[in-house]
């Protein structure tokens, strides 16, 4: 069962004073998803695939896990949810990037339960800087240093523009993404990608490998929601 953090800062109040914001599910005045929402979502298992939804263990199946190279996945709210769905479209492409901190917030206790024992640090799927000028900002960014604080590692870089994954098909997206990620610093040892949604696995993917070949040795995945 989720539940709404209580604590908020007081420029997050007076923010909040200014500019209410109405649930997505019920549309009283409270937060993206209201308190009560909230407690109704399904917390999606781990030993259920991210990916392929089979049987796993650590969020990903045998086939998952070596076709991603990553040692596991959390992502705990399906994104077939209508207000899952509603709330992340909202804080990707409607500029209503706090609806990333309401559920940041939710998952927290939950994510860091899932996650095993380690040395971590944490990255964000990295935007060029052409989509990040265009949007403003980047939710993947927003939800890693809600989690990690300072832990972040910033040595990872898109070098080329790519179409939107959502667009394309299963094949397509892997293609898309080929050689497009870049380490440019030595990565730690431990590292936690961080991403909004995971469907198919390949934008993941894509940065896990560049990241092996780095040095990294343990990575896992968070995200708030499967497809």
């Not at 559920?103 to 971590?120: F, V």
Request: with cysteine; net charge positive.
């Amino acid at each position: 069962m989720l539940r709404a953090r209580q604590s908020r800062s007081v420029l997050d109040w007076f923010k909040r004073l200014l500019f209410p914001v109405y649930c997505l599910g019920c549309g009283s005045e409270s937060d993206w998803i209201c308190p009560q929402r909230l407690k109704q979502l399904e917390i999606m298992s781990d030993r259920r695939c991210a990916i392929c939804k089979k049987a796993a263990i650590g969020g990903l199946c045998p086939k998952c896990r070596k076709l991603t190279q990553l040692d596991g996945v959390i992502a705990p709210l399906d994104y077939q949810n209508p207000l899952i769905k509603q709330v992340l479209s909202t804080a990707k492409y409607d500029g209503g990037w706090d609806a990333i901190t309401c559920l940041s917030a939710a998952l927290h206790e939950e994510i860091i339960r899932r996650l095993p024992e380690g040395d971590w640090y944490y990255a964000y799927i990295p935007q060029t800087k052409q989509r990040s000028a265009k949007r403003g900002y980047n939710q993947s960014e927003i939800f890693t240093k809600l989690l990690a604080n300072e832990r972040i590692f910033l040595g990872i870089k898109k070098i080329r523009e790519t179409a939107a994954q959502a667009t394309l098909t299963k094949a397509e997206r892997r293609t898309n993404l080929k050689n497009v990620f870049k380490v440019v610093n030595k990565p730690p040892e431990e590292i936690v990608l961080c991403d909004d949604v995971i469907t198919t696995g390949s934008t993941l993917s894509a940065v896990v490998r560049p990241l092996r070949k780095a040095g990294a040795k343990r990575i896992w995945a968070i995200t708030l929601a499967h497809d």
